[in-house]
């Protein structure tokens, strides 16, 4: 695991990334979280529909953000467009496979490791192809934050749910886990390889086949429709503690 | 003056009306259909690589062309290619020559299964038929054979399916397991696989042997489909390398005069068999080689828009531009690759061979 450089003692916590990041919002902050982080700055920067195509690019001495949605809820939340380098950037995207895996792909084709009769298979080759293709966007952030001396951290998204509309609508539960079991060890490959620090899901957070635990799901969406897609503030919460500990080295909170 | 069967004749008879006088671009009844194709006639395709624009021409003109393995669709366009898909009616790769097709189907019935599986590269596998349909490999063994099982239930159903198969032969020259005579589409050695000279013997098929194994094809696949008619062509492009031992010139000009023999004598066998000369409206002289690419080797883009124009203007009676695809009853997907995407497997040759 790479490590966290310390930053100044005024660098704020910025935690940002897709609406994954509404469950570290509403969670609580325990004081002994707040001790170890510090100040601590999280808001959605938009829609993960556009996170598959290549999002950022290096402009003076930070990263731009070219999703005109996403640029706005970054100034509008720290004050300027960019990710500069007077904050401590945590950046959620390892994990959210729900691109990948909501496709009506998977009605017709499947993992070749998993045998599904009736259906083509993919290699794994080709699955990590696809996969890649999907990451494509967030890598180029991670890159470019480093590139641009940013300390930057990868949030991991919490576990796909069992109960999420691409299972409901047909595909296999078993295909769902197996994308996201494969989209995440690619992440903590590339990661590793990259330098960049990652913050895992929170142990205790998914059942035995990798799905989360329902008490950590949330219900509805702040506008009060059936959400079959997020986590809740509980799991928000120890995702905030897992931040902790990768961050810095603190004991488990909350 | 005395009557004779020349008197008669029609303009397209005769080379100064038909070649000479006319623009090559303008040459006339070069390809009168001997049955229709319709946008309802399931059709496949399979061959050398040029029968990709073939194939790619069939989707997106909307005709009912089979693709009994579609590409992922979340796979995007450009990408097809690499893995095969999207390139013929399966993902089995260039089949350059009837042997190679012929094999083919007697994998995908079950009579015929070689002995070289498989080929382990630093801990990934390649199939020895279609060695560049995972750029990197696959996984395992087991994922490898689970991947052909399904390749080669796809080929069974494109048999019982197809109204008509459109066939381009491409080459005469193969490398054969000398243990059971299993054609491999690339020598081992240049993209994958090991060159073991105990086991891998270079093999120029005879016009006899080219043909026997086209009418076996086609008695295998009537076995299932009684009524299924065949197109065949040649493809323009000429040998990237030639283990001969002659010059590469003389090699191709030998190789294609092989395979249009063949394609003459199965028309003239074969109710059910025609013939389109693409060979003829890319390579013969009156051409002036305007279609090829600099290299003199690959067709270029005017040249494949010409061969097809030629194609589809005797089918449908006018020439067109490529229509809005129709939805077919197992749409094929239509990709938007570059002329530069046509993968030929041939082409490794250039790299790693001669």
């Known amino acids: ?254 | 003056m005395a009557d004779h069967p020349y008197r008669d004749l029609p303009p397209e008879a005769l080379w100064r009306r038909a070649v000479a006088e006319r623009s090559p671009l303008h040459l006339e009844h070069l390809y009168r259909p001997r049955f229709p194709l319709g946008r309802e006639t399931r059709i496949a395709a399979a061959g050398s690589c040029f029968a990709q624009h073939i194939g790619r021409q069939f989707k997106e003109r909307g005709y009912a062309f089979l693709d009994a393995e579609p590409a992922p669709p979340l796979l995007e366009a450009g990408e097809r290619g690499r893995f095969g898909y999207d390139m013929y009616s399966a993902r089995y790769g260039n089949l350059y020559s009837a042997r190679q097709l012929l094999q083919l189907v007697q994998r995908a019935q079950g009579t015929f299964t070689p002995l070289d599986e498989a080929w382990e590269e630093g801990g990934r596998w390649f199939d020895p038929f279609r060695p560049t349909i995972e750029p990197d490999g696959f996984a395992s063994l087991e994922e490898l054979r689970a991947v052909r099982e399904h390749h080669l239930g796809a080929v069974r159903s494109l048999l019982e399916q197809a109204d008509v198969f459109v066939f381009t032969f491409g080459l005469t020259e193969a490398w054969i397991d000398t243990r059971d005579g299993a054609v491999l589409p690339l020598c081992p050695g240049t993209a994958h696989g090991t060159f073991d000279p105990e086991q891998h013997a270079f093999h120029n098929f005879s016009w006899p042997e080219v043909m026997g194994d086209f009418e076996e094809f086609m008695r295998l696949a009537r076995e299932v489909n009684p009524t299924m008619r065949f197109l065949v062509t040649v493809s323009p492009v000429p040998l990237t390398a030639t283990a001969s031992g002659q010059h590469v010139l003389t090699a191709s000009v030998a190789s294609k005069s092989i395979l249009r023999a063949v394609c003459a004598e199965l028309v003239a066998r074969h109710e059910h068999v025609d013939y389109f000369p693409s060979y003829e409206l890319v390579t013969s002289h009156p051409m002036r080689a305007m279609f090829f690419d600099p290299n003199l080797r690959t067709v270029a883009p005017r040249g494949v828009a010409h061969v097809m124009s030629t194609f589809f203007e005797a089918h449908e009676g006018t020439a067109t531009a490529a229509p809005t695809p129709a939805s077919t009853g197992r749409p094929a997907q239509v990709p938007v690759p570059h002329e530069d995407d046509v993968v030929c497997d041939e082409a490794i040759l250039d790299t790693f061979g001669a």
């Open chain 1, 1 to 254: 695991m790479p490590e966290v450089a310390d930053l100044p003692d005024h660098a704020p916590v910025t935690i940002t990334g897709n609406s994954h990041v509404i469950a570290l919002a509403r969670a609580e902050r325990p004081a002994a979280l707040t001790q170890a982080l510090g100040e601590v700055l999280v808001y959605p920067w938009g829609n993960g529909r556009h996170e598959s195509e290549v999002f950022t690019r290096r402009e003076g001495d930070g990263v731009a953000l070219t999703v005109p949605q996403y640029a706005t809820a970054t100034e509008r939340h720290t004050g300027h467009p960019h990710l500069r380098p007077d904050r401590h950037w945590v950046v959620l995207g390892p994990g959210h496979a729900a691109r990948t895996f909501r496709d009506p792909t998977w009605r017709t084709h499947a993992p070749a490791a998993l045998r599904l009769p009736g259906v083509e298979p993919v290699s794994d080759g080709l699955l990590t192809a696809l996969l890649e293709r999907d990451q494509r966007g967030l890598r180029a952030l991670y890159r470019d934050a480093l590139a641009a001396g940013l300390q930057v951290v990868a949030l991991s998204a919490p576990p796909p749910r069992r109960d999420h509309r691409a299972i409901t609508d047909g595909t296999p539960a078993a295909v769902v886990a197996h994308l996201d079991t494969t989209a995440y060890r690619l992440w903590e490959r590339w990661l590793a390889a990259e330098g960049v620090p990652l913050v895992p899901r929170p142990a205790g957070t998914a059942d035995d086949e990798g799905f989360l635990l329902p008490e950590l799901a949330a219900r509805t969406t702040p506008r009060g429709t059936p959400d079959h897609h997020h986590a809740n503030e509980a799991y928000g919460a120890l995702a905030l503690a897992e931040l902790a500990r990768t961050i810095g080295g603190a004991a488990p909170l909350g």
